[in-house]
């Protein structure tokens, strides 16, 4: 499989939010990736269930949610039937994530859990083979634009070997601090999915920064 490019849209300019979905609509990404934040997770609050309607209609790539809220399992369902196509919660904010797993599947939807950096990816050896997307936080979540921590790719090495033991589907995305300069080398240390947040709205050109973070070819086969 070729990897997917997910252009989080906190990066995007609020001003003129129709404009930057239109310019992802027209881009080479595959999903939209939408940072939902409840300022007790993490320290700021975002936006949520007011917003995904107007984002469902304007994106035409597929909506991955990550929820960085407390007891996400509150919410999940609501953000399935807003137009999620992936919700991911994070394995720190819920303590029964199996059933968690379990309602967002039911709801036709792909499951994703995420990790904070701390937290060893060892800890999803018993839910593996239940979920569609494991994503490792390559920053402390919260804020989009900081700088990417490197113990995350032999986090990625890992879980890729874990992923292949049990020949499982599961997909790794690497969010937070993503670039044409970290690109390369998380995809060869097994990344399927690149969230970038600034470094694709921050640039002078977005579409072209897409369409070269789509076009990195992946040297390691798995
Ligand atoms: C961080 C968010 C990320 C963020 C990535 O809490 O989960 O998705 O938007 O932004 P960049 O690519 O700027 O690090
Ligand atoms: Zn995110």
């Known amino acids: 499989m070729t990897h ?30 939408i940072d ?5 997770f ?11 309607p107007f ?4 994106s035409s790539k597929p909506l991955d949610v990550h929820l960085m ?8 369902e609501q953000f399935v039937d807003l137009g999620a196509s ?26 994703g859990v995420a990790l904070n950096p701390h937290t060893p990816v060892e800890l999803l050896h018993d839910i593996l083979e ?21 113990q995350t790719l032999p986090k990625i090495k890992r879980l890729k070997e874990m992923i292949i033991n049990i020949n499982s589907n599961a997909k790794i995305e690497i969010d937070g601090g993503v670039s044409l300069a970290n690109a390369e080398e998380l995809l060869k240390a097994g990344a399927d999915v690149l969230v970038a947040g600034s470094s694709v709205f921050k640039a002078e050109d977005p579409v072209a920064t897409i369409t070269a973070l789509k076009s990195i070819e992946k040297l390691k086969t798995y």
């Open 36 to 40: 939902v934040m409840d300022g007790i």
């Open 86 to 111: 992936v919700v991911s919660v994070h394995y720190e904010a819920t303590k029964h994530l199996h059933r968690t797993i379990k309602l967002i599947k039911s709801k036709g939807a792909q499951a």
């Open 4 to 33: 997917f490019i997910a252009p989080s849209l906190l990066a995007a300019d609020f001003a003129y939010l129709h404009r930057d979905i239109e310019l992802i609509n027209g881009s080479d990404a595959d999903w939209l990736h």
């Open 69 to 76: 809220i407390e007891q996400p399992e509150r919410y999940v």
């Open 55 to 58: 984002i469902n209609r304007s």
């Open 130 to 150: 239940d979920i569609d997307l494991v994503v490792i936080m390559s920053v402390n979540p919260g804020f989009g634009g900081q700088k990417f921590i490197y």
């Open 42 to 52: 993490v320290p700021i609050v975002s936006f949520g269930q007011v917003l995904m």
